[in-house]
C-alpha cells in the first residue's frame, strides 16, 4: 500500500484544517488507520486510529474533541479534520496502515505516507 498525505499548511491557532491521506495500489479497505505527528527531537506520536470499517475510533488525550478521523474507503482515504488548531499541534503529520487489531503505537503499522507538515502560529 502506497500513501499520499496532503492538506497540511501554516495557520494560526484557533483554525481548522483536515489532512487527507490517500491509498494507491490497494485498497484501505482491509486496514486499520492512524495518524501520527512527529516534531523535530521528538518520537512519532499517536494522534488517532480508525478501524477497517469506520465504526471504531480512538484519540489521544491531547487532541480528543478537536480532531475527527474518518474515512472513506470507496475512495481509499482516510481525513483528519483539526479544528482549534494550537501552537502545540505543530509537527509533520504522517498517516499509516496497519493490519492489527489496535494501532496506538507506530511500530504497530506497516505502510506510511511521506508525511504533511501542519504550522500553527500563536
Known amino acids: 500500500v502506497q500513501l499520499q498525505a496532503s492538506g497540511g499548511g501554516l495557520v494560526q491557532a484557533g483554525d481548522s484544517l483536515r489532512l487527507s491521506c490517500t491509498a494507491s495500489?490497494?485498497?484501505?479497505?482491509?486496514?486499520?488507520m492512524g495518524w501520527f505527528r512527529q516534531s523535530p527531537g521528538k518520537e512519532r506520536a499517536f494522534v488517532a486510529t480508525?478501524?477497517?470499517?469506520?465504526?471504531?475510533?480512538y484519540y489521544s488525550d491531547s487532541v480528543k474533541g478537536r480532531f475527527t478521523i474518518s474515512r472513506d474507503n470507496a475512495k481509499s482515504t482516510v481525513y483528519l479534520q483539526m479544528n482549534s488548531l494550537k501552537p502545540e499541534d505543530t509537527a509533520v503529520y504522517y498517516c499509516?496502515?496497519?493490519?492489527?487489531?489496535?494501532?496506538?503505537?507506530?511500530?504497530?503499522?506497516?505502510?506510511w505516507g511521506q508525511g504533511t507538515q501542519v504550522t500553527v502560529s500563536s
Open positions: 480508525i478501524s477497517r470499517d469506520g465504526a471504531g475510533t
Open positions: 499509516g496502515a496497519t493490519s492489527n487489531i489496535v494501532g496506538t503505537q507506530a511500530t504497530q503499522y506497516y505502510y
Open positions: 495500489g490497494r485498497t484501505i479497505r482491509g486496514y486499520r
